[in-house]
């Protein structure tokens, strides 16, 4: 090629668009959209690379959905599509955030943002993402809905805060059906909702770790619901936070069927409430028992190592008689001993920070 020609190409009017379409073209090739970018900037007509990022998060599953493999969702700013279900039945999708500097929201709409339908083989991964409801008052049913038999579910250093689905109709902000649940060094802050925050439903095992649960408020049940579907599954709570968290029959957790596998050690349960009146419920922990099953009673093992410095009816539970009282399982703590936990809490931090 000439240096004339060379210079007439690039002098001709539409040569950076073509070189535009054509880089994208290069990049899209060789991502074979195996990663995604969404970007608030961002079009849904693009192809979703770094450099063309889509809009929506929902556009950016329908592309991974479509293409049947692995998929990395990149997510800056961006929002969920208005009144749109995006269905996920087989592959394995990461939704990978900034961390609390980036946040997700979402315009007000009916159903659910996230719906992934029962397929051969369909997992879900959030990380890194803080997610948030603008308006925080929305109409919706479920925020996110994973219902699948052979899949996993895994959301890890995640915020969710100041959100309200609390309206006309019943809304769960989480509602999670799948293998294997883990829920992990993650954040719930002023979560409203008129049935639960979280319902967890594991068929082999669900892990809460290293999560703070601050102001979660429900209507019925508990923030966080347990219902694990087979007596082999396991449901495990360590190392988390549970503050000023309200329900009616549980003010923390509402755990139904086969609660002799779950295991609660090292949390501690602050200024939660039970707004039942009666003396079944539990300002903390409630246990609710199919009187069909047979009912284990030994509960030493189960809760270990926790405290709660609930001044009424700490662990409550469907069954006769109401005079059993499992209280001790959760020893009171006082402000001094709050303080000397706050205390070694940030020697160990400070020492963590010094061994990295």
Known sequence: MTKFMTLAMVNHPDFFAMLFVFLLFIVNNRCEFR???VELYGDDQYPGTIFAPLRTVNKA????????HDYLVNVGDGIFAEEKTTKITHGNIS???????????????IGQFLNVSQGPVASLFIHQLTLELQPQWVDIDRF???ET?????EMVECQMNQTILIDSIPA???HIEAEHILISHCQFNNLWTNVSGLFLSPLVSAIIEHSYFRRCFTQQFAPIRINCNTTKARFIVSDCIFCGCVGKMGGAFYISRYFWNMTFINNLFLHNKATYTYSTAGNDIYLFQNPSQEIIFDFHNRIRHCFSNSDRKKIGFSWEPISIDYDFLLPSINNQDLTDLQEKAKVMEEEEEQGN
């Open 35 to 37: 990663e995604i970018y």
């Open 61 to 68: 599953i329908e592309i991974a959905e479509s293409h049947q």
């Open 95 to 109: 939704l990978v955030g900034q961390g609390i500097d980036k946040t997700i929201i979402t315009n007000k709409y």
């Open 144 to 146: 996110l809905s994973f």
């Open 149 to 153: 038999i052979t899949g996993n579910f």
């Open 172 to 174: 769960q902000a989480f």
